[in-house]
């Protein structure tokens, strides 16, 4: 079965880095792993596949050194309805996939994550970032609002002045800032980030 999950997808490569740990990695490096429709269509398949693996208790969500996910895909936007981008929107199943996915996730963050790519770390159940992580919600600066839960999860963590503060100027957070705001659990080295992730996941899946 991993083999095929493997094979499966043309933006994620699948890895099982440790007993019951499966890991996600977003896997469009020349766009700084965007969120296009099709990446979001496939990590919606992968959580779907895990969430039936009776072999798999965590899930690592992770991308690459120089970006986690710099956010929606624009390219696909432009020239695109509102109705046609709701549309698109709804398609893409791995928002809903996250959002109700049932076993522990922890997301790993390198580099950047912005807007989307933000509010999808946002929707893991434990987020860790190297030392030159940034994030960021963006949006404003193409006259839009974060539209993927950023406008309530981050409200949540960090509480209703600081949120505006990040939504409305668009400011970048370092990862030192963000573990003060709450935003993340741990700050760790660039080489120390996936095992200090896989020890954590570990953890979980040793565990009733």
Same mark, same amino acid.
């Not at 698109?88 to 928002?95: I, K, L, N, Q, R």
């Given at each position: 079965?991993?083999?095929?999950?493997?094979?499966?997808?043309?933006?994620?490569?699948?890895?099982?880095?440790?007993?019951?740990?499966?890991?996600?990695?977003?896997?469009?490096?020349r766009?700084?792993?965007?969120?296009?429709?099709?990446?979001?269509?496939?990590?919606?398949?992968?959580?779907?596949?895990?969430?039936?693996?009776?072999?798999?208790?965590?899930?690592?969500?992770?991308?690459?050194?120089?970006?986690?996910?710099?956010?929606?895909?624009?390219?696909?936007?432009?020239?695109i $309805?509102g109705?046609?981008?709701?549309?698109?929107?709804?398609?893409?199943?791995?928002?809903?996939?996250? $959002?109700?996915?049932?076993?522990?996730?922890?997301?790993?963050?390198?580099?950047?994550?912005?807007?989307?790519?933000?509010?999808?770390?946002?929707?893991?159940?434990?987020?860790?970032?190297?030392?030159?992580?940034?994030?960021?919600l963006?949006?404003?600066?193409?006259?839009?609002?974060?539209?993927?839960?950023?406008?309530?999860?981050?409200?949540?963590?960090?509480?209703?002045?600081?949120?505006?503060?990040?939504?409305?100027?668009?400011?970048?957070?370092?990862?030192?800032?963000?573990?003060?705001?709450?935003?993340?659990?741990?700050?760790?080295?660039?080489?120390?980030?996936?095992?200090?992730?896989?020890?954590?996941? $570990?953890?979980?899946?040793?565990?009733?």
């Open positions: 079965r991993q083999m095929c999950i493997r094979d499966r997808y043309e933006t994620l490569l699948i890895e099982t880095p440790a007993k019951g740990v499966a890991l996600i990695r977003l896997n469009r490096p766009q700084y792993n965007a969120l296009n429709s099709t990446l979001l269509v496939e990590l919606g398949d992968a959580l779907n596949h895990f969430e039936t693996d009776d072999a798999v208790g965590a899930v690592i969500i992770t991308g690459s050194d120089k970006a986690f996910a710099a956010g929606a895909d624009i390219a696909e936007m432009v020239g $309805s109705q046609q981008m709701l549309e698109m929107v709804e398609a893409s199943t791995g928002w809903r996939a996250l $959002s109700t996915f049932t076993k522990p996730t922890v997301c790993a963050v390198s580099g950047m994550a912005l807007g989307g790519g933000f509010e999808l770390a946002l929707q893991c159940d434990i987020l860790l970032a190297t030392k030159g992580a940034k994030f960021a963006p949006e404003v600066n193409l006259g839009v609002i974060p539209g993927a839960g950023g406008t309530q999860r981050v409200a949540r963590i960090i509480g209703k002045s600081l949120a505006m503060e990040m939504i409305m100027t668009a400011g970048m957070v370092d990862a030192n800032t963000a573990l003060n705001y709450g935003l993340v659990n741990h700050v760790v080295a660039q080489d120390e980030l996936l095992e200090f992730t896989k020890g954590i996941a $570990s953890k979980i899946v040793r565990n009733s």
